[in-house]
C-alpha cells in the first residue's frame, strides 16, 4: 500500500525562484504516473521533494496518510533511480545490488533471497557474478534497477531513467519498465521530458509548466481533451496546427474563417458548437487546433499548396500551406505516392476533432474545459446561478476576499468533481441534463442551468446511465470549488481570510491628519471633518503595495502615485497564496487581534521574504468610530 498525496505543495528557492507552485495532487496504490514538461518546469524538484531530498517549502506531502515532510529520506520507504546509474566498477553485479543492505544490516540469507529474486524479475540471474565494465548499458540500467527493487521500497521514483541511454535501447526499456511495474504492483513516480514516454508508460500524466500542472488526466484524456494550447502541442507528432481563426454565425451555423479572403471557412456540427465554452466568442479571433492526423486531403474543398512531401515508409506527412496565412498547415496520412510536393490540393478538416481556443489565455473554449466557468453572484449567505438562488456554505464563505461578494464572478470547478449521487459538503444545484458526447475513457455530459446562456461539462464514468432532458440535482464539493473575478484572479484562499481590522489612535488638525497604526505613524493631508479620537481601522485587502527592499522604497520617494512614502507599516508574513498573477501574503500585523491578509503581485515569495513592508495610500483604509 502506497499512496502518495501533496496538498498545495510549493518550493522556492533562493532568491525567490518559483519552482513548484501549489502542486496539488493525489497519487493512488499501484499508479504508474509520469511527470512530463519541458526542462525546467519542475519536475525533478517535485520528484526531489517526495523523496526528501528538497525541503518542502510550504504544503503536506503525505505517504499512506502520514505526514512526511519532516521525515528523513531513508526513513520515507521510497527509493530513487537517477539518469546515471553509477553503479560500482570493482564490485560483482550482485555485489552492487546487495551493498545497501549490506549497509542496512540485512540478515545474509534475506540479501540473498532478495538479490536473486530481483534478478529474476530483471532476467539478469546469469550476469551476477559480472562486473559492470562487462555489461551493456541495458543491462547496467537493469543493475541499477535491481539496485533499488531489493530494498523492496513503497514507492518508487524514476528521474530521467532512460535519457543516457540511446534510441533503440530507450525504446527496449521503456516496457521493461513498465513490466517492471506490473510485477512489483507498487506505486510508480516517473519524471521525463519525452513526450512518448509519457504516453506509453503511465497510468496517468501530470503535465507541467513554469512550476504548475496544467492537466492530470490518463494519456487518452490528456490527448482528446488537452485543457490548454500547451497541452494540445506538447502532446502528439508532428504536433497539432493552430491557426488564427475568426468565430461567426451563418444562420444557425457556427463558422470559423482562416483568412480574409473567404474561401477558407469551416462549419461547425452542431454537438461542436453547443459546446463552445461562451457566446463572446462569436466574431472574436480564437486559435483553432487540428492535428495533422485529422486533416483529409482530396476530401474537402479548402485549397492548400503542397510545400513538401515526406515519405515514412507507412505514413506521408505534408507541408502545406494555406492563401494568406503564415502558418504551415501540416498534414499525416497513410502513405500516398499520388501527392507530390508543389501541387495545389483540396483538403477537409473533420470538424468532430477541431479544437478550439482563447487567443490570450490558451485556454480550451469548445468541449470538455479545465474548469466550467460558471457565472454567478455572491451576497453573504447566497449565491445566485442564473435563475437559482442558494445558501451558501459559511465555512465556504469565510475563505473568500472581499472582492468576491456583491460582484460579478465566477465559479470555477473541474468537470470531473460534478457528481449526480450526493456528497457531503457539496453545493447543490439544479441542471438540465442536455446532451452527451461519448470519449474514449469516460462520457462528456452537458446541461444547462435555468437562467444562463450556454452548456456546462462534467464527466460521468462509462458504465453509468444518462438521463438526458431531466432537471437533476448535481452535488459541487466545496473543496474543489473556486471563485475568479473577471480578470481570472482566484478570489478564494486557503486560509480563513479574516477583515483586517485593528485600533487606531486618529489625531485630526488644519495641517494634516495623522493616523497611529500598527507601530507606524502615518501621515495625511489635512480632513478636518474627522474628529481626533480612537477609532476601529479597516486595511482594503488589495490597496497596499508591498517594498520588499531599500530600493523599492527609494523609487517610492520618486515615484509621484506615493504621496508619502514613509506612510509604510511592517508586516511578517507566515504563509501565502496563488491567485494566479497575485499573490495573497497571510500576515501578522503589530496590534491587531487576528492576521491579516493582503493581495500583492506575485513577484516575489513571502517564503523568502517574510518580513517587508506596505505602502499605505489614503485609500487603503476606512475609519469606523469606535
Ligand atoms: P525540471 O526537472 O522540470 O527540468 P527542475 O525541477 O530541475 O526542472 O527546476 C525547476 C526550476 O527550479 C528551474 O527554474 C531551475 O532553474 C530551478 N532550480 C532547480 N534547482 C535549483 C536550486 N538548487 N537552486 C535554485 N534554483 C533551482
Known amino acids: 500500500m502506497a499512496d502518495v498525496t501533496l496538498k498545495h505543495v510549493y518550493k522556492v528557492y533562493e532568491g525567490s525562484v518559483r519552482a513548484v507552485n501549489d502542486f496539488d495532487l493525489d497519487i493512488k496504490d499501484k499508479e504508474f504516473i509520469v511527470f512530463v514538461g519541458p526542462s525546467g518546469c519542475g519536475k525533478s524538484t517535485t520528484l526531489r521533494m517526495i523523496a526528501g531530498l528538497e525541503e518542502i ?24 533511480v537517477f539518469q546515471s546509474y553509477a553503479l560500482y566498477p570493482h564490485m560483482t553485479v550482485y555485489d552492487n545490488m546487495a551493498f545497501g543492505l549490506k549497509l542496512r544490516h540485512t540478515p545474509k540469507e534475506e540479501i540473498d533471497r532478495r538479490v536473486k529474486a530481483a534478478a529474476e524479475i530483471l532476467e539478469i540471474s ?17 543493475v541499477a534497477l535491481g539496485r533499488t527493487i531489493v ?62 500542472i496544467q492537466q492530470v488526466d490518463t494519456p487518452i484524456t490528456l490527448f482528446e481533451d488537452p485543457s490548454n494550447l500547451f497541452v494540445a502541442t506538447f502532446l502528439g507528432s508532428p504536433q497539432m496546427n493552430i491557426i488564427e481563426a475568426e468565430l461567426f454565425m451563418d444562420g444557425k451555423t457556427l463558422k ?24 463572446r466568442y462569436i466574431g472574436q479571433k480564437v486559435l483553432l487546433g487540428i492535428r495533422p492526423e485529422h486533416v483529409k486531403p482530396q476530401e474537402g474543398d479548402l485549397p492548400v499548396f503542397v510545400d513538401v512531401v515526406e515519405h515514412l515508409g507507412d505514413e506521408s506527412i505534408l507541408y502545406t500551406k494555406m492563401e494568406n496565412r503564415k502558418e504551415q498547415l501540416i498534414i499525416k496520412m497513410p502513405f500516398n ?42 451576497n453573504k449567505g447566497c449565491l445566485k446561478v442564473g435563475a437559482q438562488e442558494l445558501a451558501l456554505d459559511q465555512e465556504y464563505e469565510a475563505h473568500l476576499l472581499d472582492e468576491a461578494f456583491n460582484n460579478e464572478v465566477i465559479l470555477g470547478i473541474k468537470p470531473d468533481y460534478i457528481s449526480q449521487e450526493e456528497i457531503p459538503n457539496s453545493l447543490k444545484l439544479r441542471a438540465k441534463l442536455e446532451f452527451v458526447e461519448q470519449k474514449t475513457d469516460y462520457q462528456a455530459v452537458y446541461f444547462s442551468l435555468k437562467g444562463i446562456n450556454g452548456y456546462f461539462a462534467m464527466k460521468v464514468a ?21 471563485v475568479y473575478n473577471q480578470e481570472h484572479i482566484k478570489l478564494n484562499s486557503r486560509e480563513i481570510v479574516y477583515p483586517n481590522r485593528g485600533r487606531a489612535i486618529v489625531k485630526s488638525d488644519e495641517t494634516k491628519l495623522t493616523i497611529e497604526v500598527a507601530g507606524a505613524k502615518l501621515t495625511y493631508p ?24 531599500k530600493k523599492m522604497f527609494k523609487q517610492g520617494l520618486e515615484n509621484p502615485e506615493m504621496d508619502n512614502p514613509h506612510n509604510k507599516i511592517k508586516v511578517s508574513a507566515y504563509d501565502e497564496d496563488v491567485l494566479g498573477s497575485k499573490l495573497l501574503a497571510y500576515v501578522e500585523v503589530k496590534g491587531f487581534e487576528n492576521y491579516a491578509s493582503f493581495v500583492i503581485d506575485n513577484k516575489f515569495s513571502v517564503y523568502k521574504n517574510p518580513k517587508f513592508e506596505l505602502y499605505v495610500p489614503r485609500d487603503a483604509f476606512e475609519l469606523k468610530s469606535l
Not at 507530390?340 to 470538455?368: Q, T
Not at 479597516?538 to 490597496?543: A, G, N, R, T
Request: glycine letters at 4%; one cysteine or more; aromatic letters at 6%.
Open 57 to 80: 517549502t510550504a504544503g503536506q506531502l503525505y505517504i499512506d496518510g502520514e505526514l512526511m515532510n519532516e521525515v528523513e529520506p531513508k526513513n520515507r520507504d521510497i527509493a530513487m
Open 526 to 549: 489635512a480632513e478636518p471633518e474627522i474628529e481626533s479620537g480612537e477609532y476601529e481601522l479597516i486595511f482594503k485587502q488589495d490597496k497596499l503595495l508591498p517594498l520588499y527592499n
Open 337 to 378: 505516392s499520388r501527392i507530390k510536393a508543389n501541387e495545389n490540393i483540396k483538403v477537409a478538416f473533420d470538424m468532430m476533432h477541431v479544437y478550439l481556443f482563447d487567443h490570450e489565455s490558451h485556454k480550451a473554449i469548445m468541449g470538455i474545459p479545465h474548469e466550467d466557468e460558471i457565472p454567478v453572484c455572491i
Open 126 to 142: 546469469e550476469l551476477l557474478t559480472r562486473k559492470p565494465k562487462a555489461l551493456s548499458g541495458g543491462q547496467r540500467q537493469r
Open 256 to 279: 470559423a474563417k482562416l483568412n480574409d479572403l473567404n474561401n477558407l471557412v469551416v462549419e461547425f456540427p452542431e454537438i461542436k458548437a453547443k459546446q463552445l465554452a461562451n457566446q
Open 151 to 212: 530494498r523492496e521500497p513503497k514507492v518508487f521514483l524514476l528521474d530521467e531513467p532512460l535519457s543516457n541511454l540511446d534510441a533503440k535501447l530507450r525504446v527496449a526499456m521503456r516496457s521493461e519498465i513498465t513490466k517492471l511495474h506490473e510485477k512489483l504492483e507498487t506505486t510508480f513516480i516517473y519524471v521525463t521530458h519525452d513526450q512518448t514516454e509519457a504516453m506509453t508508460m503511465g497510468n496517468r500524466i501530470v503535465v507541467m509548466k513554469d512550476g504548475f
Open 462 to 482: 462509462n458504465e453509468k446511465e444518462v438521463k438526458l432532458g431531466k432537471e437533476v440535482e448535481l452535488y459541487l464539493p466545496y473543496q474543489r470549488i473556486n
